[in-house]
């Protein structure tokens, strides 16, 4: 199982940008897959989810701004992030919390919201 996360970047206040993580040696669609981040000196925190059936959550901090979709045929893994804030700056982590039971993580992009 590896998870290839990218997308991450320097963005200014207010800008948008996309993660993608890309799912091998199992298929995404069937699992939930989740997303955290981990900003520097704080614990890592979950931003949003998308079970195998397609239902979404997402931390209050992100809600109406982040969006968790997945590409079926890619075996890929999205988070579309909008109205990008200087406390989103993290490094984000793609996730499967429980695949035969285990779990597994992305090696993270950093996030910068900087002006």
């Known amino acids: 199982v590896q998870l290839q996360a990218s997308g991450g970047g320097l963005v200014q206040p207010g800008g948008s940008l996309r993660l993608s993580c890309a799912a091998s040696?199992?298929?995404?669609?069937?699992?939930?897959m989740d997303w955290y981040r981990q900003a520097p000196g704080k614990q890592r925190e979950l931003v949003a989810a998308?079970?195998?059936?397609?239902?979404?959550n997402y931390a209050d901090s992100v809600k109406g701004r982040f969006t968790i979709s997945r590409d079926n045929a890619k075996n890929t893994v999205y988070l579309q992030m909008n109205s990008l804030k200087p406390e989103d700056t993290a490094v984000y982590y793609c996730h499967v919390p429980n695949y035969r039971g285990s779990n597994y993580w992305g090696q993270g992009t950093l996030v910068t919201v900087s002006s």
């Open positions: 998308i079970t195998s059936a397609g239902s979404t």
């Open positions: 040696g199992f298929i995404a669609s069937m699992n939930v």
